[in-house]
């Protein structure tokens, strides 16, 4: 079982694998201080992959019950506590019933919330650097690689039928047959209209044999948590990126494998190459936001991202 003390400030937690190693842990406080969050203190959670549902639920309760736990963040666990705890909330997001995974826990007059966020925050990110009508100009395919909540939201944001400019085809690899049918299923909902390939991949040599067919001018996605929370990649030293291609690794910590294997590529096969920080900038606000009952505004952000960059 968890061993959860009674808060005694305000306090966000993060739901996470190894949470003492996340930058949040030392940005927060300077973040509470600039947002005026009075006292605001934050804890970690740390909980294995894919555990027993009764830790989730623990987790879940306690900050259900107890009044100075104002909420969390939620990383990795997003499918498996969502699964584990969902009877546990009193609201639920559109996104969240819809993806079946939460990243945001809050509360709100009394009542546990749960949200999605990922849709939002990954969406922002994406507009950081994918260039404006890449996918009008260029028919470019999305591979993402993993097959978890980041993928879904990814997948989703980048295809919705309200965008303008969309993928020609969504290819999707993972390691389990199960999560591969999730969001198959998901998907054919959000965007039926477009083509789409699932792979089973349980060996990162089958990722190479799927990039190898893959269009340049693509966005290649490790969405895996490998290189992170678990080591090496979803690709293997002898794979070829696809020319003149988008590269995103969301881990912005740990060994990061697969940024270093794109970025020794980046000249030959013209890639740009981005990882994962603007995504946990927009990450951690979004769920602040909901948390403590913000409104962020655009140069309030830049400011809390000018913060975020002297830890880098």
């Not at 736990?69 to 546990?88: E, M, N």
């Not at 996104?95 to 826990?105: D, N, R, V």
């Not at 293997?236 to 291609?245: A, H, I, K, N, W």
Request: include cysteine; proline fraction near 4%; charged fraction near 25%.
């Amino acid at each position: 079982m968890l061993n959860l003390q009674k808060a005694e400030q305000p306090t966000l937690y993060f739901i996470g694998v190894t949470t003492t190693q996340s930058s949040i842990m030392k940005l927060f406080p300077l973040w509470a201080e600039a947002l005026g969050l009075k006292d605001a203190v934050i804890r970690g959670i740390d909980i294995g992959i894919h555990a027993d549902s009764a830790l989730y639920r623990q987790a879940v309760q306690f900050i259900k019950d107890d009044e100075q736990s104002l909420g969390a963040l939620v990383t990795t666990h997003k499918i498996d506590l969502y699964h584990a705890a969902k009877d546990l909330f009193d609201y639920l997001d559109p996104y969240a019933t819809m993806f079946g995974e939460l990243s945001c826990i809050s509360k709100k007059d009394g009542k546990l919330e749960g949200y999605a966020k990922d849709p939002i925050s990954s969406g922002l990110a994406l507009e950081a650097f994918v260039p404006q009508n890449y996918w009008q100009e260029h028919d470019g395919e999305l591979l993402v690689m993993g097959a978890g909540g980041s993928a879904i939201a990814i997948s989703a944001y980048l295809l919705d039928k309200q965008r303008a400019g969309r993928p020609s085809k969504l290819i999707v690899t993972n390691r389990s047959q199960h999560r591969l049918d999730e969001i198959e299923r998901i998907m054919n909902e959000i965007a039926p209209d477009v083509p789409a390939a699932y792979h089973l991949t349980p060996q990162a040599s089958a990722n190479d044999e799927v990039m190898a067919s893959v269009k340049p001018h693509s966005l290649i996605v490790n969405a895996t948590g490998l290189g992170k929370d678990q080591p090496g990649s979803p690709i293997t030293d002898d794979v070829l990126f696809p020319q003149d291609s988008l590269v995103w690794e969301l881990n912005y910590r740990g060994a990061l494998d697969y940024l270093h294997q794109a970025n020794r590529q980046k000249d030959d096969r013209r890639l740009y190459v981005e990882d994962g920080w603007i995504y946990f900038i927009h990450g951690w606000t979004q769920v602040i936001q909901e948390v403590f009952h913000l409104d962020i505004a655009a140069d309030t952000f830049a400011e809390l991202e000018r913060i975020a960059g002297t830890l880098r």
